[in-house]
């Protein structure tokens, strides 16, 4: 695996009237997204940096992160999602997963699993490539409006408001409650599942912990939601975090003072959090460097 640092167009200047002096714009992140062994953000300018270790993007030229509108990082590759409907994929492509499809409809999402890459396009279709032997998507299913990729299994919501699951299922990750419903939002990794509710509410399964946790019974005002491999994390309406499940590797030990959260992302075992400022925190595990802020996001406080 080799270290990667992918900056790409990262600042706009801007010619002052009348003094002919050049400042930089400081780029706006606009989503963030953690994986196994890097992190990313999408700027304001359709333009990705990211860092940690992943595994040959050096093939995946610079004009073609133009017009990006949302990116998913998975633990060895990286999904682009561009505003025309068409799909980036990079990274490792030992499995395949970073071997884009040729005639893929018109996409609205992306996601990322263990070692596979999922989209769904504007039909409700999701189509998936990389190693697709447990997660195999269910023959005929359509009317989807929204898809989560776990480590080698899927969540889908369909239009009629139902969740359904399938492929590994080794701690129920895909072994969906019944009579959920009031579904606003979910997300799945190894291990661990969490749902975000319509009423601020959130619903766990997977590894035990999760299952018994007071945290997930008594958690409210809850406005997005992530998965680990193992453990999950929440973001309140008043900016704080909660995390809870595994926690080998600190990364359910929130930074303490942290608060004005605006979007939160798990990867593997390790999380960034996104600031009202524009500012980056990161907690967890760190063995690669996918904690590692890029100076321009950190914090100068």
Known sequence: MKKIFLAIQIFMVILLAGCGRIEERPPQIVKISAGGYHSAVLLDD????????????RRVIANEFSDVIDIAVGRYNTVLLKRDGTVVTLGDTTYGQADTPECLGKI???????IFTAVLDENGRVTTWGTDGEFRVPENLESLSKIAA???????LQENGKLIGWGKDTFGECSVPKGL????DFKTEAGATIVLKEDGTVVTWGISYLEKSDVSRNLKDVIAVDAGRGFVVALKSDGTVVAWGDNDNMQCDIPEGLKDVVSIAAGDEHVIA????GTLVAWGGNNVGQCDIPEIFRSKE
């Open 108 to 114: 609205k999402q992306i996601d990322v699993g263990n």
């Open 46 to 57: 359709g333009s990705v940096i990211a860092w940690g270790d992943n595994i040959d993007v």
């Open 150 to 156: 776990g480590g080698n299994h899927m969540l889908a």
């Open 181 to 184: 419903g009031n579904i606003k």
């Open 274 to 277: 996104l600031k009202k400022d």
